[in-house]
């Protein structure tokens, strides 16, 4: 079920909050165990089957986690804790990896040993990349100590809980039970209010801005994997019209996540913070996705850092001293954490060659710009006219290397990625006709008007992504979600942006909501196939 279906908006979420908040007048317990059952139904309604492949896991990782709670009372058993911990990551693993990179493999084996092993076609369970990663996370912070209780019906709220369920955020267990431990289950014209404008916001990015943006991308990355060369010109736009059309996306299902999640009176963590107008890849990734950059920090790249850093200062070898860092050092505690967490995350956001690309080459990335940092502050000791400098520049480049490298996240095979990339640096030539020989939709009958069409999809979400204030920002007096606090209304504070419970604002929802649900046709969140 999409969020941005009728069927989702006019059926399924009035009936849900209508009925939960019935239940919360009578009993917290009663409303609570009912957003298990729906958010069921709304994992299930796609495919069934979907439920009967991840409740066992489910119910084996709530096990897990029961086994550790029990060690952790008491005295000697943190060997044995350890074990189940690693029992539980490797089960973890191993279910994502049969259902998400079976095939993968086999195809990877086929293509470097010229075999013919079948493809196995298996299903894959909607959103298993992010319901993985929240298990992961559980079970580590009830070895560490972090969780010290939980019931059955806590653990499948936790997991289950359907706004952030598919794509996200990843959220803590200990940021979320105490909240439901709380809510009151009833309306609030508050929470109802915030939802509702962050419902909408979020519609109107992914139904209007996005899917009209790929509108004009999608054949040119069809006519690239039919074997066209792709010049120039129709590789940025392809580049960037891709970039823009993730980023209001994700950012779009962002704010319908954070959106539903308040209609129950729950904050879910902040997960974008307008990314494109990161000056460094440090910082865009600090921005884009914050919750999976979270989650790789604590949980992949701190444990190897440590490791890593100990076994050095065992053999008397010198660790990370900030610019007095050695060239050893620096590969070996920040290089090499780096792109393996970064090849993680490429691997996390799917099954292809183009993803590992995509995510070695930001790990490259993020460790030019470590370097950079590094060497810069002895080359350019005067901070102030450095920042006047590089903040502009950064900020371009980034916005460059993001778009370039999206072609492989983007691109259907390599050898069309390969294409893109070919064409982004002019190898391909820079003629706009090449497309026009092939049947590819809107480019069949290529003329000007398309082209300022396109044009207009392109620079007017461009302006919009890196001069309007964001979701975050516009709402921020009623802290739409963990982590933003209403002092950061102050960039709105005074302007026509500046959200408020009033009758102009109420105009200004109801507008979007029009338009949106004139553009809603039947298109998923790009990360739901993650």
Request: aromatic share 14%; hydrophobic share 50%; with cysteine.
């Amino acid at each position: 079920m999409l969020f941005n279906s009728f069927g989702f908006l006019a059926l399924y979420l009035p009936i849900t909050l209508l009925v939960f908040y019935m239940l919360g007048l009578r009993s917290r317990e009663s409303a609570i165990r009912w957003l298990i059952i729906a958010s069921l139904v709304f994992y299930g309604f796609w495919r069934p089957l979907n439920v009967l492949i991840i409740l066992p896991s489910i119910a084996i990782n709530f096990a897990l986690a029961s086994v550790l709670l029990r060690l952790n009372s008491g005295d000697g058993a943190r060997s044995t804790s350890k074990a189940v911990l690693i029992a539980g990551i490797l089960f973890n693993v191993a279910f994502l990896g049969v259902f998400k990179y079976t095939d993968f493999v086999i195809g990877a084996v086929n293509d470097t040993l010229a075999t013919h092993l079948p493809l196995m076609h298996i299903i894959l369970p909607l959103g298993i990349s992010f319901i993985t990663f929240q298990k992961i996370a559980f079970l580590v912070d009830v070895q560490a100590g972090r969780i010290r209780s939980f019931s059955l019906q806590e653990y499948c709220t936790f997991v289950l809980f359907f706004p952030q369920l598919i794509a996200g955020p990843i959220v803590h267990y200990r940021e979320m039970m105490p909240q439901f431990n709380t809510v009151s289950c009833r309306f609030d014209k508050q929470n109802a209010a915030v939802g509702l404008t962050l419902l909408v916001f979020g519609l109107f990015k992914k139904v209007v801005i996005a899917d009209s943006i790929s509108h004009y991308v999608t054949p040119i990355y069809e006519h690239s994997a039919a074997g066209g060369q792709t010049s120039l010109l129709l590789a940025w736009v392809a580049a960037v019209g891709f970039t823009l059309q993730i980023y209001f996306d994700f950012s779009g299902y962002t704010d319908m996540a954070l959106g539903l999640a308040r209609f129950f009176g729950i904050k879910l963590p902040q997960n974008f913070n307008s990314p494109l107008r990161a000056t460094s890849i440090i910082d865009f990734w600090l921005r884009w996705h914050m919750t999976l950059t979270r989650f790789l920090t604590a949980y992949i790249y701190n444990p190897l850092l440590l490791t890593l850093t100990r076994h050095r200062q065992s053999k008397g070898k010198p660790v990370f001293g900030g610019r007095n860092t050695t060239a050893g050092a620096f590969v070996s505690l920040l290089m090499f954490p780096t792109v393996t967490t970064m090849f993680v995350s490429g691997v996390w956001h799917g099954a292809g060659y183009g993803f590992i690309i995509w995510g070695l080459l930001h790990g490259l990335y993020l460790t030019i710009n470590h370097a950079w940092r590094l060497t810069a502050a002895r080359l350019w000791p005067d901070r102030a006219r450095y920042h006047r400098v590089m903040r502009p520049a950064g900020l371009v480049l980034t916005f460059v290397v993001v778009t370039a490298t999206m072609v492989f996240f983007r691109a259907s095979t390599i050898d069309s990625a390969l294409d893109m990339a070919k064409g982004l640096v002019g190898l391909n030539g820079s003629s706009l006709h090449g497309i026009t020989q092939h049947d590819t939709g809107i480019f069949a009958d290529w003329n000007m008007r398309d082209f300022i069409k396109m044009a207009f999809w392109i620079v007017i979400p461009m302006a919009v992504a890196l001069s309007c204030p964001n979701s975050m920002q516009i709402l921020a007096r009623y802290e739409p979600a963990l982590g933003v606090r209403p002092e950061q209304a102050s960039l709105v504070t005074g302007t026509p942006f500046a959200w408020n419970i009033s009758f102009r604002w109420g105009l200004a929802v109801s507008a979007a909501a029009a338009i949106a649900v004139v553009f809603m046709g039947p298109s998923e969140f790009l990360y739901w196939q993650f």
